[in-house]
């Protein structure tokens, strides 16, 4: 089974601070993906990634930049972090070949509270 | 830009009953996936279903089952009887056959459902 894990499932952290949400997935998967979920607004897309050290930008990423420094590893960085930031985040990682019908496997979230 | 609907922000089921969630989806486009996703409480989401848009047969997974209506843009999810373990919520999503961004899955805001004992 694929296995996408997450740093952390649960993080608080100060208004203005730098955080590191991290992600790693074990299938050699090309496409990684993080999203920002909140109640209402189902998920949306921050950020997603077809390759080592490519990235594009999703539908909301004002506020977050990313890294892709290796296959497996894609990290997701809030610059100066603010509690419009308080969400939980899931990342989920595909077989390459988008526009296909293979799913995307998702990991269990960082319910991340900024204060 | 293709459009995702769930109607239903919440549902009630009783064990043992049937119960269909609904999604409809906006897209000019002829060649797409659609995908259910289920996410229990505290817990991993995951894949329900899947429908390729050029297949007119109805997809199927044990309990669960759609209707696709291509012509209606139409994707409902029906999950006959029912287990306190479905208790979730559910999502939809639209997949363009095209690569690249525009093969990003786009989520509908989710129906949570509950099962009564």
């Known amino acids: 089974d694929v296995k996408v894990t997450q740093s952390s499932r649960y993080l608080v952290k100060r208004t203005g601070e730098k955080v590191f949400l991290e992600c790693v997935q074990d299938?050699?998967?090309?496409?990684m993906f993080w999203y920002r979920q909140d109640p209402g607004l189902g998920l949306r897309l921050i950020y997603f990634?077809?390759?080592?050290?490519?990235?594009e930008k999703g539908d909301i990423p004002e506020g977050y930049s990313v890294s892709r420094e290796k296959k497996e590893r894609f990290s997701l960085i809030l610059e100066s972090a603010s509690t419009n930031q308080t969400s939980m985040y899931l990342c989920?990682?595909?077989?390459?070949?988008?526009?296909?019908?293979?799913?995307?496997?998702f990991g269990d979230g960082t319910r991340l509270s900024i204060l | 830009a293709q459009t995702v609907t769930q109607s239903q922000p919440e549902m009630s089921v009783q064990e043992a009953e049937t119960v269909t969630l609904s999604c409809t989806y906006d897209t000019s486009e002829s060649d797409y996936y659609l995908f259910w996703y289920k996410q229990p409480p505290s817990r991993q989401m995951i894949l329900v279903i899947r429908?390729?848009?050029?297949?007119?047969q109805n997809a199927t997974e044990n309990r669960f089952s759609v209707n696709f209506q291509k012509a209606a843009k139409s994707f409902s999810l029906k999950i006959s009887d029912s287990q306190l373990g479905d208790a979730a919520m559910y999502f939809c999503?639209?997949?363009?056959?095209?690569?690249?961004?525009?093969?990003?899955?786009?989520f509908g805001k989710g129906t949570k459902l509950s099962v009564k004992p």
């Open positions: 990634s077809y390759d080592v050290k490519m990235k």
């Open positions: 429908q390729e848009a050029y297949k007119q």
């Open positions: 999503a639209y997949r363009s056959a095209r690569g690249g961004s525009q093969g990003n899955l786009i």
């Open positions: 299938m050699d998967h090309e496409n």
């Open positions: 989920a990682s595909s077989p390459i070949g988008t526009g296909s019908n293979q799913p995307q496997h």
